[in-house]
């Protein structure tokens, strides 16, 4: 079977041009930047556990964010077991998927490199009182679908 110079220079571009997009596709870099931090890395039972959290928009455009009741970013707080930590009904309540509960939300831009701080009572929002040890690490979906991962911190609660 004879292939024309023609057909193989066309295969030959097409497999170019899906190995480029796979690559590019591949190397998509987030719009976001996330971090999180506290003071407080032991704490007694029964006392306030706040975490900060920092975004910083690593595109050339504004992005916007939600700013209200609560946290925007999806946080996997879990025990020295690796289990999930379950919500308090402040939690339950202000996380809630399904439908929204009331409350006043409004969006605010993010520059090009600039950065978002907020400050989240964790304790209010996971039940946090037995001692022991929690792992915490924000995350987030950007536009593109990209997953946002944050450092991972760890807090000790004691007796």
Not at 8 to 30: E, H, K, R, W
């Amino acid at each position: 079977m004879r292939v024309s110079l023609a057909t193989l220079a066309f295969t030959l571009a097409i497999s170019v041009a899906v190995l480029y997009g796979a690559q590019v596709a591949n190397t998509q870099q987030p719009w976001i930047k996330i971090a999180i931090s506290t003071s407080q890395s032991v704490v007694k039972s029964g006392s306030a556990v706040v975490i900060k959290i920092t975004k910083t928009n690593t595109t050339d455009h504004n992005l916007f964010y939600g700013v209200g009741v609560g946290s925007f970013t999806d946080l996997d707080v879990r025990n020295s077991e690796g289990k999930f930590v379950p919500e308090t009904p402040y939690g339950q309540k202000i996380h809630d998927k399904g439908h929204w509960s009331g409350g006043s939300v409004f969006s605010v831009p993010l520059e090009p490199g600039k950065a978002r701080k907020e400050e989240v009572e964790l304790s209010k929002e996971y039940d946090l009182s037995k001692p022991g040890e929690y792992t915490i690490q924000a995350r987030e979906t950007d536009p593109q679908g990209v997953v946002v991962k944050s450092n991972t911190i760890t807090v000790t609660v004691t007796p």
